[in-house]
């Protein structure tokens, strides 16, 4: 039998246990519910969390791109600066203003090799008639052409003389003659004869021709942006303001239009997007960052969305037109990084409440992870940005190398004369002021007399903005130099002019050689007058005593001794009346030149002058005339002045005789006529071999030679556009073939050639 109290007890336990059960069961429901409200709030904000991060994440990608490409956009500037630079620097040089022809391809060679990696292809110097260029191309050859370049609209823009200093920047082509296919566009600037050296003391300020440089645009844009990357794979592309790829890294696309080439690529895809960026935004010169729809990257082909950053390009004083460079990477590189973490996120989420924790301390630990990894990406972009702008400051000290190894001095001053900037060579003139020169004014530098000159021509720069080019004596530490100096006004973005750069060449070493010079001419002058004097002096004696010899013969008979002594009188006073003439006409100024010459003819005439000399010398002539030569080109009282110069220089070398032998032939092209002179004296010294056609360099002794006869008869030659050579055997090489030949080459002169007033 059961007893009923124990029942009540179970039946109480049970209760007891079953309300204890159902109250766990709930609070383990409602521990679930409130768990799963946890796990979905936190998904929710798990989700909102991610796209506020994506969006975030996008943004400061986004911002870097924009430091990207404004970076490359300053590069490009820079460079084009530095272009502008060397053609400014290039127009001041007298070899280009002047067409000096020994020096103009050397100094557009010298520019070229310093701008060529900026995509510089060629410089070409056009005349001023507009009709022929002077080019010096990537390969270092100059040559030189014919064509109507006067039509040209660079040519047009230059002749205007208000276009004086000014850059002209011609519109990118890519069907241009000479460089077909590439993206190409000239610089040019009007040149004027305004620089001063010692070849050209006075500037005419005459319009001298067009200099413009040739440029590979893409070589120039690519120099800038190809080492640009975005990310992993996002990278630069630029369009002008026209709408026309100059660079991207599909290299079909490169001089295409950027709003049709896409939509012939992906004809299904939509383009609007970018199409207004590149409409509204970049055509506009406007800086910025978006998105859109592609539909490839990096070889990869499907629709996507991309990032990107824009910035202008002012070419600034080129043309007013602007360039647009643009850094685009696909946003699924951000969002992968991104989706990768909240995945992890909700799987953790999707377990119990312990894992949610842990889950939240792997999350935290990831965040920071990803934190210092990202921290890490902006440190090495900084490093990159850092790099680049190392490039950035080689390019600069490369510039400012070229100007630190000049020769010349160059500084910049302001109105007041306070010097602001200078070079290593300015610096080393005043080495012996020991403090730094810069701030210090030219009253501090030089004399009160020569600071007041200088600062007259300073203001003088400042008020009419003109270049000044003068050459003056200056007095610096109680020592008098002379200087040749280009004074030009430098201006600021507003075209004010803020300072002058100044250019001086010291030449005083020159002017006291021109002082030299001009009084050894004047000397020589005086001799030649002297000389002509004697000879017409000796005319009278020599008429009586011809006139004395004939009465003589007269009255003794034919046959006599005494009529044979009268005859060799006779003879030799005309010998003499001979020789008198021939230095009369020698030493006769010419009232007319002549533009045709027999040289043979006056190679006699030379010959019949010193043949006496040749006797008293030792000298044995051997003359080898052809016959029958054409006439060359020159004026025969100036042939024979340079003829008489290379047979005395032959009897100096032969002080103890030999033989001197004349030839005289036609070219292997029938349009020269040669003349040689060949002695066996005792040659030409090695060490002097480079100065025999200097103005008063001469080996002889005081009073014997003046150093003025082979440098006069260069400069006669020469002017008929004739040449000298040489060949010479020093006698200290081989004893055996000593000796000198001088061959003159004179071009044949034309049937028209006339006499014209001297």
Not at 308 to 326: C, E, N
Not at 380 to 401: F, H, R, W
Not at 451 to 462: D, H, P, S, Y
Not at 605 to 633: C, F, H, M, Q, W
Request: hydrophobic share 40%; aromatic share 10%; charged share 25%.
């Amino acid at each position: 039998m059961v007893n009923p109290l124990g029942k009540n007890k179970m039946k109480k336990e049970k209760t007891y246990f079953s309300e204890k059960y159902s109250n766990i069961r709930r609070a383990i429901i409602l521990v679930g519910i409130l768990v799963m409200a946890l796990l979905v709030v936190a998904f929710c904000l798990s989700m909102f969390s991610a796209g506020q991060m994506k969006e975030i994440i996008s943004k400061d990608f986004n911002r870097q791109q924009l430091v990207l490409a404004k970076y490359a956009a300053n590069r490009m500037e820079n460079s084009l600066d530095f272009i502008k630079r060397e053609l400014s620097l290039l127009n001041l040089s007298p070899s280009i203003q002047y067409l000096e022809k020994v020096s103009w391809a050397s100094r557009m060679n010298t520019t070229l090799s310093a701008v060529k990696d900026n995509g510089v292809l060629e410089i070409r110097f056009i005349d001023h008639k507009g009709r022929t260029a002077y080019i010096v191309d990537e390969r270092g050859m100059s040559h030189v052409i014919q064509g109507r370049f006067a039509d040209t609209d660079y040519y047009k823009w230059a002749s205007l003389k208000k276009n004086k200093n000014r850059i002209y920047a011609g519109e990118i082509t890519r069907e241009n003659e000479g460089y077909p296919g590439q993206l190409v566009m000239c610089l040019a600037i009007a040149t004027y004869e305004q620089s001063v050296d010692e070849a050209y003391p006075v500037a005419t300020g005459n319009f001298s021709g067009v200099l413009f440089f040739t440029i590979d645009v893409t070589r120039l844009v690519e120099k800038a942006v190809k080492g640009i990357k975005s990310g992993k794979t996002g990278y630069a592309w630029v369009i002008d303001n026209n709408g026309m790829f100059l660079y991207h890294p599909h290299r079909e696309f490169i001089g295409e239009d950027a709003f049709n080439v896409r939509a012939m690529r992906k004809p299904k895809i939509s383009f609007s997007q970018i199409n207004m960026i590149q409409k509204e935004k970049m055509l506009e010169g406007k800086e910025g960052t978006g998105r859109y729809t592609s539909g490839w990257h990096m070889g990869i082909e499907t629709e996507m969305k991309k990032l990107i950053a824009y910035a202008p390009i002012h070419p600034r004083a080129y043309s007013q037109s602007f360039w647009s460079v643009a850094v685009v990477a696909p946003l699924s590189e951000v969002e992968d990084a991104v989706h990768s973490v909240f995945i992890r996120q909700f799987y953790i989420q999707g377990s119990i409440f312990l894992a949610i924790i842990l889950g939240s301390a792997y999350i935290i630990s990831f965040e920071r992870r990803w934190s210092k990894t990202l921290e890490a990406e902006v440190m090495k972009k900084t490093q990159d940005l850092k790099n680049s702008l190392e490039e950035l400051k080689k390019s600069e000290e490369q510039y400012k190398t070229l100007v630190e190894s000049a020769e010349d001095l160059i500084f910049t001053v302001d109105e007041e004369g306070n010097i602001l900037s200078m070079n290593r060579c300015t610096a080393n003139f005043f080495r012996d002021f020991p403090d730094d020169l810069i701030g210090k004014t030219f009253r501090d530098l030089f004399s009160e007399e020569s600071a007041e000159l200088q600062l007259r021509i300073i203001r003088e720069v400042f008020n009419t903005e003109k270049n000044v080019n003068v050459k003056y004596p200056v007095e610096v530490g109680n020592r008098e130099y002379w200087f040749s100096s280009n004074f030009a006004p430098l201006r600021d973005e507003r075209g004010k002019v803020f300072a002058v750069l100044g250019i001086s060449r010291d030449i005083t070493k020159g002017k006291k050689l021109e002082e030299e010079q001009m009084y050894n001419t004047e000397k020589l002058a005086s001799l030649g007058n002297l000389s002509a004097g004697v000879a017409h002096e000796l005319n009278n004696p020599l008429a009586l005593i011809l006139g004395f010899s004939d009465l003589l013969l007269e009255k003794v008979e034919p046959d006599s001794k005494s009529h044979e002594i009268v005859q060799t009188i006779e003879r030799q006073a005309l010998n003499c009346k001979r020789i008198v003439e021939s230095i009369l006409s020698y030493a006769r100024h010419p009232e007319a030149i002549e533009y045709s010459a027999d040289v043979n003819e006056n190679i006699e005439k030379v010959i019949s002058v010193v043949k006496n000399i040749l006797v008293t010398e030792k000298v044995t002539l051997e003359k080898r005339l052809t016959k029958d030569l054409p006439k060359a080109r020159g004026d025969s009282g100036r042939l024979q002045q340079v003829f008489m110069n290379f047979v005395t220089n032959a009897f100096s070398a032969m002080k103890e005789g030999g033989v001197l032998t004349v030839s005289t032939r036609l070219n292997s092209s029938g349009n020269k006529v040669e003349i040689l002179f060949k002695d066996t004296g005792h040659g030409i010294k090695r060490e002097y071999r480079n100065k025999i056609f200097e103005a008063f360099f001469t080996t002889k002794k005081v009073g014997e030679g003046t150093g003025l006869g082979l440098s006069v008869s260069y400069g006669i030659i020469n002017k008929y556009n004739g040449d000298i050579s040489f060949e010479t055997v020093a006698e200290e090489e081989d004893m055996e073939r000593k000796g000198t030949t001088f061959k003159v080459s004179l071009p044949v002169a034309s049937p028209d050639s006339k006499q014209q007033t001297d």
